[in-house]
T-cell receptor
Framework: DGGITQSPKYLFRKEGQNVTLSCEQN?????MYWYRQDPGQGLRLIYY???????QKGDIAEGYSVSREKKESFPLTVTSAQKNPTAFYLC???????????FGSGTRLTVV | SQQGEEDPQALSIQEGENATMNCSYK?????LQWYRQNSGRGLVHLIL?????REKHSGRLRVTLDTSKKSSSLLITASRAADTASYFC???????????FGKGTRLSVIA
């Protein structure tokens, strides 16, 4: 079955560490997105990519980095520059503007 | 920036009742979408309504869109305990721009 796989489901980060969240899709979708969700809040856009080897900053890109070397993969790195990284991270993709997003099941990141 | 705002923030109803959630937005849109999120899970796309449409149905879901008032509503008829979730509206300001999500309505359906 086609879908989006996010891993790991839970991730713990020590102060000063960089961590990478994985997002893989086998839907053949061009566009992929990373959103952050804080408790009781909506989703805020971190980065997005409309096509391989191209990506744009979203509303809260500071302290994060991404790459899009393959159509299937859009990993998100949370760097030590992100001062408040504890949140639920959601990856999504879509085939084109006339369709909704398909979301992964999320990664919960906690700073310890 | 969050464009959509859902109302109410939380809603509690009995099984079998209808649930209505509203969404207001600020700028012109290409389409508006509704999503459901069960606790601790990813979002699931429910329905998309284009700016030139006024009403759309999908099973027990009915969505309306009033572009003159910049508002939309989601009606879930004959609700079930399994409908308990958070519901988000999301707007697409123009064709290929990323969706902008509201803060959601938490729906509790009591059996």
């Amino acid at each position: 079955d086609g879908g989006i796989t996010q891993s790991p489901k839970y991730l713990f980060r020590k102060e000063g560490q960089n961590v990478t969240l994985s997002c893989e899709q086998n839907l053949n979708h061009d566009a992929m997105y990373w959103y952050r969700q804080d408790p009781g809040q909506g989703l805020r856009l971190i980065y997005y990519s409309q096509i391989v080897n191209d990506f744009q900053k979203g509303d809260i890109a500071e302290g994060y980095s991404v790459s899009r070397e393959k159509k299937e993969s859009f990993p998100l790195t949370v760097t030590s520059a992100q001062k408040n990284p504890t949140a639920f991270y959601l990856c999504a993709s879509r085939v084109d503007k006339n369709y909704g997003y398909t979301f992964g099941s999320g990664t919960r990141l906690t700073v310890v | 920036s969050q464009q959509g705002e859902e109302d109410p923030q939380a809603l509690s109803i009995q099984e079998g009742e209808n649930a209505t959630m509203n969404c207001s937005y600020k700028t012109s849109i290409n389409n508006l979408q509704w999503y459901r999120q069960n606790s601790g899970r990813g979002l699931v796309h429910l329905i998309l309504i284009r700016s030139n449409e006024r009403e759309k149905h999908s099973g027990r879901l009915r969505v309306t869109l009033d572009t003159s008032k910049k508002s939309s509503s989601l009606l879930i008829t004959a609700s079930r305990a399994a409908d308990t979730a958070s519901y988000f509206c999301a707007t697409a300001p123009s064709g290929n721009t990323p969706l902008v999500f509201g803060k959601g309505t938490r729906l509790s359906v009591i059996a």
